[in-house]
C-alpha cells in the first residue's frame, strides 16, 4: 500500500468545464455506440450544478449519481483515486449513468486541491469495464459490478495511465498531467488487468492472455458438442465456463519524454522489495529501510475470519499484536517511528470505522471512531485521503487528520445532492435470541409528522454506508421515503457459524445447515427490528413489506415461509428451490453445496429444505411475490413461479436482458426504481392478502 497534504478543512466544488465533446460509453459491448453532447455528457459528468430550491427526491436523482471505485466500499478496499508525488493533484476515474439512453458518462479528471488552479478531463469516453469473478472455480464469470479502477501516476508526475475498454477490450491509456497527450498504449485481444510504473518511466502491464485463450477454446470446440461437465453454468449459460486459474502475461514498456512507447524485449529485473509472507491480506513495506508492516489470517482460529497484525520495524525485530483490535484491522501503513496505522470496522455490530496507531510494544491507541464508512484510503505524511460515505452523503474524498482523527471534506462529486429533501436515518441497535449484535437504519418520509404511520418496506441486507438503493441496488430508499414510506434498512447479523467459531463453541456443521440455524439467526434479528419500529408508532403493521437480492432474497424467502408479518415481497433474484439449486446451476455448484454439509440429497431431507422452499408453501404464505430477475438467473424463480401460479396467488416477474446477479444496464436500474415504488403504492392502498 502506498503513503502531506496541506489543505485542512477545503471542499473543492466547481464546475468542471472541459473543451471538447466527451462521447457516451455504449451500456453493451454488442451494442452500437451512442454519441453525447457538450450539453449532456460534459455537462453532467463534469459540471456542478447549481441548487435551486429544495425539492423531493426521484429515482432519476439516484441513478445519476457520479460514482468512482468499485461495488460498496470497505476499510480494506484498494485505493480508487491517485494523489500525485508532489500531493497537489487527484486523479480519478469518474462515471454516471444516463438512463435514458442506456449508457455511461466516463472520464478520467484531475481534481486540484488547492485553489488558483482548474480540474482537468484528461479522458472521457469508452465503455463500463465491470467485473469478472471466479465462482466455483469457473473463471471468467461475468459480473454486473463496475471493476475499481484507479488511474496511476509516473514517479515524476508527468504522465497518468489508467486502463479503459473499447470495442469489448481493455486497453492501458496514457494522458500527460498537461492534458496535451492522450493516447492508448496496449493492443490486442485479452483484458489488461493491472498495470504498475518503475522509477525509471518504464510501464509493466499485464494482460489475461490465458483466459482469452481458454475461451477461444471453447468457442473452437463448439461443432463437436460440449461435455456437460464441472465447466458449465447451466443457470444462466448453454456454453461451459473455463475452469482454473489462469496466470497474467506480463509485458514491460518504456515511456520517452514525449509520450512514446518503446518495447523492451527483457525487462530489467525489478528492485527486491523486503519480503512479507505470501498470503498476506493487506502489506505495506519500506523498500529502504526494511520496515514492513503485514496481516495474515489467524490459523490456529480457522472460519473466523480474523487476522493477526505483524510489524517488523528494524532488522530481526518483529512483533505480533494480541490486541483484539488488531484481530480485524484491514488496511495498514507504515507510520513515522517504527509505528504503525491500521484502519478496520468495530464496535456495535461492527458498525463504527475506527482507525488505530501501534508502536509495537503497548496497546494500540484510537485515533478515530466513527459511523462513517472510510476506505481505500492513501497515506500522505500527517493526512489519510480516503473515499467516504455516511448514510446521507454520496461518495466523496476526505482527508482524516492521523493525530486528531479529524475529518474533511476534499472532494464533492455530486453538490447538488444537499440541495434535495433528504430524510434523515435513525440507527437502532439490538441483540437476537441468540446473542448477536444487529443494525438497521430507519428512513422516515421526509415531512413526517408525530402521529403518523407509514407503509413499512425492510430492505436488506447491508447498511454500512450510503443508503442508496440497498445491497444490489434496486430498492432506492431516499426515493421511496419521499413518496411517503417508512424505510428500514436492515443489516443482518454476523454470520451465525462464524460467531459460534470466534466464541470457540463446537457445533455439527451437517446439523447446522439441516437446520438452517444462520436463516433462524437473521430472521429473529428481522423480526425484532420490525418490532421495535412498530413500538415507534410510525409504521402501519397491517403494510409490511420484505425485500432483497441473494442474502437478502433468502432474508425474504425464509420470512414469508415463518411469520406472518410481511404482506408484499419483492424480490431481486428468487428463490431456493432443491430441485434447481441442485440440478439446474451446475456440477460445481452443486459440490459447493456438498463441500459445506446442505442437506444433500434433497429428496431425503424434504423436511430440512421446506424451511427454504417458497415453492411449498404457495397456499399459506400471505403476501403477493413482485420478482424483478435477471436473464442470467430468473430460472431459479420459475418452479416458485409456477407454484404460485396454480395456487391462484398473486406473483409477478419481470426478466432484465443481458445483466447478471448485480444488475448494470442505467435503463433498468431506473425502472426497477420506478417499478419497486409503483408496486408500493398499489399494495399501500389493497388490503391485505387473506391467508388460509
Not at 453538490?415 to 428512513?443: C, H
Amino acid at each position: 500500500m502506498t503513503r502531506f497534504i496541506w489543505i485542512f478543512g477545503l471542499v473543492l466544488s466547481f464546475p468542471l468545464l472541459v473543451s471538447g465533446d466527451p462521447s457516451m460509453a455504449s451500456v453493451s459491448d454488442r451494442a452500437p455506440a451512442v454519441q453525447g453532447s457538450k450539453t449532456t455528457c460534459s455537462a453532467a459528468l463534469l459540471s456542478s450544478p447549481a441548487v435551486g430550491v429544495p425539492r423531493s427526491i426521484e429515482p432519476l436523482d439516484l441513478a445519476q449519481l457520479i460514482d468512482f471505485g468499485g461495488y460498496g466500499l470497505s476499510p480494506g478496499a484498494e485505493p480508487a483515486f491517485a494523489l500525485s508525488p508532489d500531493g497537489r493533484w487527484i486523479a480519478v476515474q469518474l462515471r454516471k449513468a444516463d438512463p435514458v439512453r442506456n449508457t455511461y458518462c466516463l472520464g478520467v479528471a484531475l481534481f486540484p486541491l488547492s485553489h488558483g488552479s482548474a480540474p482537468v478531463l484528461l479522458d472521457q469516453g469508452g465503455e463500463l469495464v465491470r467485473d469478472q469473478q471466479s465462482v466455483d472455480g469457473l473463471s471468467g464469470f461475468p459480473a454486473g459490478t463496475a471493476k475499481s479502477l484507479a488511474p496511476a501516476w509516473s514517479a515524476d508526475g508527468s504522465w497518468i495511465a489508467f486502463l479503459r475498454r473499447d470495442a469489448g477490450v481493455t486497453q492501458l491509456w496514457l494522458a500527460s498531467q498537461d492534458g496535451r497527450v492522450d493516447r492508448m498504449v496496449t493492443s490486442g485481444p485479452g483484458d489488461v488487468e493491472r498495470f504498475e510504473w518503475s522509477a525509471d518511466d518504464q510501464l509493466t502491464y499485464f494482460r489475461e492472455t490465458g483466459l482469452a485463450n481458454a475461451k477461444a477454446r471453447i468457442v473452437d470446440d463448439a461443432p463437436q458438442g460440449y461435455l456437460y461437465d464441472e465447466r458449465y453454468w447451466a443457470l444462466s449459460s448453454a456454453t461451459p465456463f473455463p475452469r482454473g486459474t489462469f496466470k497474467l502475461a506480463a509485458t514491460t514498456v518504456q515511456i520517452g519524454a514525449d509520450g512514446s512507447v518503446r518495447s523492451i524485449p527483457e525487462a530489467k529485473p525489478r528492485t527486491t522489495i523486503p519480503a512479507v509472507p505470501a498470503g498476506a491480506l493487506a502489506s505495506d513495506v519500506n523498500a529502504q529501510t526494511g520496515e514492513a508492516v503485514w496481516i495474515t489470517e489467524d490459523g490456529k482460529r480457522p472460519r473466523t475470519y480474523l487476522g493477526i497484525l505483524h510489524l517488523r520495524n528494524r532488522p530481526g525485530g518483529e512483533a505480533s499484536c494480541a490486541a483484539a483490535s488488531c484481530a480485524t484491522a484491514a488496511a495498514v501503513w507504515l507510520g513515522e517511528h517504527g509505528s504503525v496505522l491500521f484502519l478496520g470496522r468495530y464496535g456495535f455490530a461492527q458498525s463504527e470505522t475506527a482507525l488505530f496507531r501501534w508502536d509495537g510494544q503497548t496497546s494500540p491507541q484510537r485515533i478515530l471512531a466513527t459511523s462513517d464508512l472510510l476506505g481505500g484510503c492513501v497515506l500522505r505524511v500527517r493526512q489519510l485521503l480516503c473515499a467516504h460515505e455516511t448514510s446521507l452523503t454520496p461518495r466523496n474524498i476526505v482527508s482524516v487528520n492521523i493525530d486528531t482523527g479529524k475529518i474533511h471534506e476534499l472532494l464533492d462529486f455530486n453538490p447538488q445532492w444537499k440541495g434535495l429533501k433528504i430524510s434523515p436515518a435513525r440507527r437502532l441497535r439490538w441483540k437476537n435470541r441468540f446473542g448477536l449484535e444487529t443494525i438497521a437504519d430507519l428512513v422516515l418520509p421526509p415531512d413526517h409528522r408525530a402521529g403518523q404511520r407509514h407503509p413499512l418496506i425492510v430492505v436488506t441486507y447491508e447498511t454500512r454506508g450510503f443508503l442508496r438503493g440497498a445491497t444490489g441496488d434496486e430498492y432506492p430508499i431516499q426515493a421511496m421515503a419521499a413518496n411517503g414510506f417508512a424505510v428500514l434498512s436492515f443489516n443482518r447479523p454476523l454470520d451465525y457459524d462464524v460467531w459460534l467459531a470466534r466464541r470457540g463453541i463446537a457445533f455439527s456443521k451437517a446439523e447446522f445447515r439441516r437446520n438452517w440455524m444462520d436463516r433462524q439467526s437473521v430472521q429473529d434479528s428481522l423480526v425484532k427490528g420490525v418490532r421495535l419500529v412498530e413500538k415507534l408508532g410510525v409504521v402501519d403493521p397491517s403494510h409490511i413489506a420484505v425485500s432483497g437480492l441473494s442474502d437478502g432474497a433468502s432474508t425474504a424467502e425464509y420470512a414469508l415461509i415463518h411469520s406472518r408479518l410481511f404482506s408484499l415481497a419483492l424480490l431481486s433474484t428468487c428463490c431456493e428451490d432443491p430441485a434447481i439449486t441442485n440440478t439446474e446451476i451446475g456440477p460445481a455448484y452443486h459440490a459447493m453445496l456438498k463441500q459445506y454439509d446442505y442437506p444433500l440429497p434433497w429428496e431425503r431431507w424434504t423436511a430440512s429444505w421446506d424451511q427454504m422452499n417458497l415453492a411449498a408453501h404457495a397456499g399459506d404464505v400471505c403476501a403477493p411475490l413482485f420478482i424483478q430477475a435477471s436473464d442470467a438467473e430468473f430460472r431459479m424463480a420459475l418452479s416458485t413461479y409456477q407454484a404460485w401460479k396454480d395456487a391462484a396467488r398473486p406473483v409477478t416477474m419481470y426478466v432484465y436482458p443481458d445483466e447478471f446477479h448485480i444488475k448494470w444496464q442505467p435503463a433498468h436500474r431506473l425502472m426497477i426504481y420506478e417499478r419497486n415504488i409503483e408496486r408500493l403504492k398499489a399494495w399501500a392502498k389493497a388490503p391485505r392478502l387473506r391467508c388460509n
